[in-house]
């Protein structure tokens, strides 16, 4: 099986930093992306930001200048820095990763982390 395991999240004051990880693991014998998506109460998920083992990256508009995406390619593993937080930021965070795996690719997603930007 294929494991998609975020980590980090809490509650931050606005202006604030917080930083997420996210580990896959398991039968994967390729990344092709692994990135971020969230999702807001009452709104639809949304992409934050990709990156590919090459380290090309994809942001949001809404997050760029403030959020860093990064990766560990030997761990499997996909950072998201988040600076300058602001209460919209407030979601759940889901890792999403694209990968190729014996079944094919196929887009496998986190349980979630939930990230609070509040006073």
């Known amino acids: 099986q294929v494991q998609v395991v975020e980590s980090g999240g809490g509650l931050v004051q606005p202006g604030g930093s917080l930083s997420v990880s996210c580990a896959a693991s398991?039968?994967?014998?390729?990344?092709?992306?692994m990135g971020w998506y969230r999702q807001a109460p009452g709104k639809e998920r949304e992409l934050v930001a990709t990156?590919?083992?090459?380290?090309?990256?994809n942001y949001a508009d809404s997050v760029k200048g403030r959020f860093t995406i990064s990766r560990d390619n030997a761990k499997n593993t996909v950072y998201l820095q988040m600076n300058s937080l602001k209460p919209e930021d407030t979601a759940v965070y889901y890792c999403?990763?694209?990968?190729?795996?014996?079944?094919?690719?196929?887009?496998?997603w986190g349980q979630g982390t939930q990230v609070t930007v509040s006073s």
């Open positions: 999403n990763v694209r990968g190729a795996t014996a079944r094919g690719v196929t887009i496998y």
């Open positions: 398991g039968n994967i014998f390729s990344i092709i992306y």
């Open positions: 990156i590919t083992p090459g380290g090309s990256t």
